[in-house]
């Protein structure tokens, strides 16, 4: 079964520092394009950042530019996301997404549940 | 920065068609998604390059792009299809989401 399982989320200090995984399985991972996309509490979908298959182009939303990193280890088939210099508006719900095809021209087909992030002092 | 405008909601009879429309600048010159995303659920990729479904999408929802706007159709409309819908589209490796329109069915 094609699965993504996110984790790391919590509470945490503004200022604070957070780091987000998301475990692949059940597809050749190292082959996909991924991305992390977040939804805060009752609110839309955020595209926050992207990452090629082997890491070659990485891209960030302005929101989250120079504050957040995204990574990969494909010998783990994981997904990273460091957030550093959190604030309360990076509140709530952390999605890891798979480009389709491997390519952002087919769209996000897989998506994990999700792992919560609040931050509040 | 490039912006998807969708309307808030959007009401439809069952058995009726129901169209969700998403507004940008030359959109129709950009490949459009569309997400289905219920209650405390992951989204979901209903349409990908306009008008494509995935594997397992019935065929009663149907996407096209053109001009500015894209539009979701779904064709008879079912209770199991009230849920929030988002469009998608990328602007210079950027993904852009709608605001979100949500889809209610009475």
């Known amino acids: 079964e094609v699965q993504l399982v996110e984790s790391g989320g919590g509470l945490v200090k503004p200022g604070g520092s957070l780091r987000l995984s998301c475990a692949a399985s059940?597809?050749?991972?190292?082959?996909?394009?991924m991305n992390w996309v977040r939804q805060a509490p009752g609110k839309g979908l955020e595209w926050v950042s992207s990452?090629?298959?082997?890491?070659?182009?990485?891209y960030y939303a302005d929101s989250v530019k120079g504050r957040f990193t995204i990574s990969r280890d494909n010998a783990k088939n994981s997904l990273y996301l460091q957030m550093d210099s959190l604030r309360a508006d990076d509140t709530g719900v952390y999605y890891c997404?798979?480009?389709?095809?491997?390519?952002?021209?087919?769209?996000?087909?897989?998506w994990g549940q999700g792992t919560t992030v609040t931050v509040s002092s | 920065s490039y912006e998807l405008t969708q309307p808030p909601s959007v009401s439809v009879p069952p058995g009726q068609t129901a169209s969700i429309t998403c507004s940008g600048d030359?959109?129709?010159?950009?490949?459009a998604c569309w997400y289905q995303q219920k209650p405390g659920q992951s989204p979901v990729l209903l349409i990908y390059?306009?008008?494509k479904r995935p594997s397992g999408i019935p065929e009663r929802f149907s996407g096209s792009n053109s001009g500015n706007t894209a539009t979701l159709t779904i064709s008879g409309t079912q209770a199991m299809d009230e849920a929030d819908y988002y469009c998608?589209?990328?602007?210079?490796?950027?993904?852009?989401f709608g605001g979100g329109t949500k889809l209610t069915v009475l």
């Open positions: 997404a798979r480009d389709q095809l491997g390519s952002s021209d087919y769209g996000m087909d897989v």
């Open positions: 030359k959109l129709g010159d950009r490949y």
């Open positions: 990452i090629s298959s082997r890491s070659s182009y990485i």
């Open positions: 390059q306009d008008s």
């Open positions: 059940g597809f050749t991972f190292s082959s996909y394009s």
């Open positions: 998608q589209a990328w602007d210079s490796s950027t993904a852009v």
